[in-house]
């Protein structure tokens, strides 16, 4: 008879414990695997959004103020601008009455001065059109007549207007591309008309469109906005989005219904910053770097000869909130204009990762 040999206890209970060191070891190495996974993925996220956010403030800010062949122009219709003043399509037989304008909260600068600009120029004001102005949201404040007022405090706003170079000339087959909920402008050296896309295309002071130029007349707003989407278990989730107001009206509405509708751009955007470069003695280089609040209502009115260029600070942070072990430290991040900071173990410094980036834009269309 043959007799087979078995384990015994101890050799099962060692080949046990061998075999749980290994399965341990290998879920670490899985957990580990899947944290790095998850890091660089996150990483990623807040390297591609903040870069995208820093593009569409870089190409509407390095165009301040360009019109096209008029550019170097004020846009007030009372200057004369070394030429003939800009118009706007219902100002063209006289009736200044029927302003173009954005007729749903439009976002004035300093709606208390007596016939102020807005969106399009106001033909009754003694001031300069300001293509560009900026300021830091502060809570319970009414930035540009309240036309922002969820936008997230301690963030900057920056307000911008240009024509988008389409660079079209004037003929019956661009008349069939311009869109009719937007606005445009046909420019050349010394004259400038605005008008709506359903409009037919104007004519100059001399009957004709000769030498005349047609890009999108734009009134852009960028801002940071907390959004609160829907979650798990009835939680809602908060979400920093930087938004961006702009120039639209209804196809079939007239010229004189636009507004400035929001659209959102870019998720996981906590904050933006601005530094403005200021040429104070017009030799044609910057001085110094100041925040929006330090610069006068001269460097506003003068942007196209003081102002050269602004430095942009976007600070990025994941979507959602992953509270980590060990992190427990200050967080600071300097957007140039301000600091951000987070106390040491709160929720807002150990839930999220964040990437802060910045990059100086000249401003192409400046004069001197």
């Known amino acids: 008879m043959r007799y087979f040999r078995g384990f015994t206890l101890t050799e099962l209970l060692v080949s046990l414990v061998i075999s749980s060191l290994v399965f341990i070891g290998i879920i670490n190495v899985l957990i580990v695997s899947d944290e790095t996974i998850n890091e660089t993925t996150q990483r990623a996220e ?16 390095q165009m301040i103020g360009y019109w096209g062949p008029y ?6 219709l009372q200057a004369t601008a070394g030429g003939k003043p800009v118009r706007l399509l219902s100002a063209l037989n006289g ?40 300021a830091e949201k ?22 911008i207007k240009r024509m988008i170079a389409h660079h079209w000339s004037a003929s019956f087959a661009v008349q069939k591309q311009l869109m009719p909920s937007r606005f445009y402008m ?37 801002y940071v906005e907390n959004e609160h989407l829907p ?20 196809e079939k509405s007239s010229r004189a219904k636009g507004m400035l509708k929001a659209q959102p751009l870019v998720e996981g955007i906590e904050h933006i910053g601005f530094l403005y470069g200021i040429d104070s003695d017009a030799d044609g280089n910057i001085n110094s770097f100041y925040k929006a609040e330090n610069l006068t209502w001269n460097d506003w009115q003068n942007a196209n000869s003081r102002i050269k260029a602004i430095k942009i600070f976007v600070l990025a942070r994941t979507i959602l909130a992953e509270p980590r072990i060990g992190d427990s430290v200050h967080l600071s991040y ?20 964040r990437l802060l980036l910045t990059k100086t834009v000249n401003i192409i269309n400046h004069q001197g």
């Open 186 to 222: 046909l420019a050349k050296s010394n004259e400038a008309i605005i008008f709506a896309g359903n409009d037919t295309i104007p004519l100059f002071y001399d009957d004709t469109q000769i030498n005349g130029r047609i890009g999108e007349y734009q009134h852009y707003v960028y």
């Open 95 to 134: 009736n200044h009455k029927v302003a173009m304008k954005a007729v749903k909260n439009d976002c004035i600068r300093l709606p208390h001065l007596v016939n102020p600009h807005g969106t399009f120029v106001n033909s009754a004001s003694e001031n300069g059109f300001i293509t560009v102005w900026g």
């Open 46 to 61: 807040l390297q591609e959004n903040a870069q995208l956010a820093l593009n569409f403030l870089s190409q509407d800010i």
């Open 138 to 159: 502060k809570r319970g404040d009414k930035l540009l007549n309240n036309c922002i007022k969820k936008a997230k405090p301690q963030s900057d706003v920056i307000q």
């Open 231 to 250: 979650y798990a278990e009835n939680r809602d989730v908060v979400i920093p989005v930087l938004k961006r107001k702009y120039l639209y009206k209804a």
């Open 334 to 353: 300097d957007l140039g204009s301000k600091v951000i900071r987070f106390k040491a173990g709160s929720f807002l410094a150990n839930a999220y990762r």
């Open 71 to 76: 550019t170097g122009h004020d846009l007030n």
